[in-house]
């Protein structure tokens, strides 16, 4: 069969990939003048710096099969995700754990001192916290959830948490001991040659035919025998029931000789500070060693027509619209919505790739049954 990606980052890329491997002919159609969507990587040419262009991205994961996936493609070198955050007037370790508790407090707290000492500090009033707000000042008080969480999110999504569901937040979203690593996964690492180089080689394929800045428009479906679509849901449709809300960030780059942050990633917790945090890319590669540094200030807002949708809102209002869009995506013949935008969630770039190979496991076998491929692997809602 003749089989359309539209969109080569992770989710096209690896369901053509499979395809393309079981004997079907793949055609590409990326809009951007490069592969790998939002996880593109490029070498900044003054500084020799490995930027992520669309934002930071760290590969972490439990699925050992994705893990081997990625591996077959380039080299993932260690790499430990150590957040700092700068908030009123000083720097701590993220995510909260027993030394910013300890710094914070000026204790020398060990693990159950600390867990006693937080009850203490938390609303215990408040019996079932409906809003982020409420959640925080129940789990770990006032004075921990101004400093570390306030603020900070209400920059990232642009309205106070006491507009959010409490749901946003885990029950006690801090640790009792010294681990400072960001994610829990059993593997995690960066590649070697950027996520782009990677991309590359998944899709260097005979049977694949790649076609950048070339936007896919919904009337040529027919021209193939499936699409599997991975731009946004309300895009497909012309945003004719209205736009799905999003937030989109703006990154104002700059340049340093030297080391300005030492570190990959400080949040700046304060609501004061427009912007949420400042990356460093040189040190999302430690293995190399640059002079010059380039640096992302990253702002959050409202995300328009215009712009480039990062996280998915999901509150009540886009719930109910995406309810209409699914219903109708699910009545479209010839095309399968995949990825973070054809089902409008977040997904990190593990899930991505697992819903991939399943979504092309699926078509391998519906098509071996004669069975049609349904418009959702996953279903959004
Ligand atoms: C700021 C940010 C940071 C992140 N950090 C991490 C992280 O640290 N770790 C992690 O695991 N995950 C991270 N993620 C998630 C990661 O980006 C996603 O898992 C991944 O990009 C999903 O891949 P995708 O192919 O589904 O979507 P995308 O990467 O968005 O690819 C979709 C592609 O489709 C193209 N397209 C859309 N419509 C059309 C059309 N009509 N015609 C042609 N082309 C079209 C787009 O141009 C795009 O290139 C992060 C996400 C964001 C927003």
């Known amino acids: 069969m003749h089989v359309t990606m539209v969109g080569a980052g992770l989710s096209g890329a690896v369901i053509g990939r499979a395809l393309a491997e079981a004997g079907h002919r793949v055609t590409v159609v990326e809009s951007r003048p490069h592969v790998a969507g939002n996880c593109h990587t490029e070498r900044d040419r003054d500084t020799g710096v490995m930027v992520h262009v669309y934002g930071p991205h760290i590969f972490h994961t439990d699925d050992a099969g994705v893990w081997d996936y990625v591996n077959r493609f380039e080299t993932f070198l260690p790499y430990r995700n150590r957040v700092k955050t700068t908030s009123r007037g000083a720097v701590y370790s993220l995510p909260v754990n027993l030394h910013t508790i300890n710094q914070f407090y000026g204790k020398t707290l060990r693990p159950d001192e600390a867990r006693a000492f937080l009850e203490s500090q938390a609303d215990t009033s408040i019996a079932d916290p409906q809003?982020?707000?409420?959640?925080?000042?129940?789990?770990?008080?006032?004075?921990?959830?101004?400093?570390?969480?306030?603020?900070?999110?209400?920059?990232?999504?642009?309205?106070?948490?006491?507009?959010?569901?409490?749901?946003?937040?885990?029950?006690?979203?801090?640790?009792?001991?010294?681990?400072?690593?960001?994610?829990?996964?059993?593997?995690?690492?960066?590649?070697?040659?950027?996520?782009?180089?990677?991309?590359?080689?998944?899709?260097?394929?005979?049977?694949?035919?790649?076609?950048?800045?070339?936007?896919?428009?919904?009337?040529?479906?027919?021209?193939?025998?499936?699409?599997?679509?991975?731009?946004?849901?309300?895009?497909?449709?012309?945003?004719?029931?209205?736009?799905?809300?999003?937030?989109?960030?703006?990154?104002?780059?700059?340049?340093?000789?030297?080391?300005?942050?030492?570190?990959?990633?400080?949040?700046?917790?304060?609501?004061?500070?427009?912007?949420?945090?400042?990356?460093?890319?040189?040190?999302?590669?430690?293995?190399?060693?640059?002079?010059?540094?380039?640096?992302?200030?990253?702002?959050?807002?409202?995300?328009?027509?215009?712009?480039?949708?990062?996280?998915p809102i999901r509150l009540v209002a886009e719930k109910a619209l995406l309810g209409a869009y699914v219903?109708?995506?699910?009545?479209?013949?010839?095309?399968?919505?995949?990825?973070?935008?054809?089902?409008?969630?977040?997904?990190?770039?593990?899930?991505?790739i697992r819903e991939a190979l399943d979504a092309a496991r699926l078509f391998l076998d519906t098509a071996a049954s004669g069975e049609a491929m349904p418009a959702f692997v996953v279903r959004p809602v």
């Open 131 to 311: 809003t982020f707000e409420e959640q925080a000042l129940r789990f770990v008080g006032r004075d921990l959830y101004e400093t570390f969480f306030k603020g900070y999110t209400q920059k990232q999504w642009g309205c106070s948490p006491t507009e959010l569901p409490a749901s946003i937040l885990r029950r006690l979203p801090v640790r009792f001991n010294y681990d400072d690593n960001y994610f829990f996964h059993r593997f995690q690492g960066m590649p070697e040659g950027g996520y782009t180089v990677m991309v590359e080689r998944i899709l260097d394929h005979p049977a694949i035919e790649v076609r950048l800045s070339t936007r896919f428009a919904r009337d040529r479906t027919g021209d193939c025998d499936h699409v599997f679509y991975s731009g946004p849901l309300d895009g497909w449709f012309g945003c004719d029931l209205g736009r799905l809300g999003y937030r989109t960030l703006d990154f104002e780059r700059f340049t340093y000789r030297g080391d300005y942050q030492g570190c990959a990633v400080m949040n700046y917790g304060d609501a004061e500070v427009p912007f949420t945090r400042i990356t460093e890319h040189k040190h999302f590669a430690p293995w190399e060693d640059h002079e010059g540094s380039v640096l992302y200030r990253e702002f959050s807002r409202d995300c328009g027509p215009e712009d480039i949708p990062y996280y």
């Open 327 to 352: 219903e109708r995506a699910s009545a479209e013949r010839g095309v399968t919505f995949v990825g973070r935008l054809g089902t409008y969630r977040y997904l990190d770039m593990d899930v991505t």
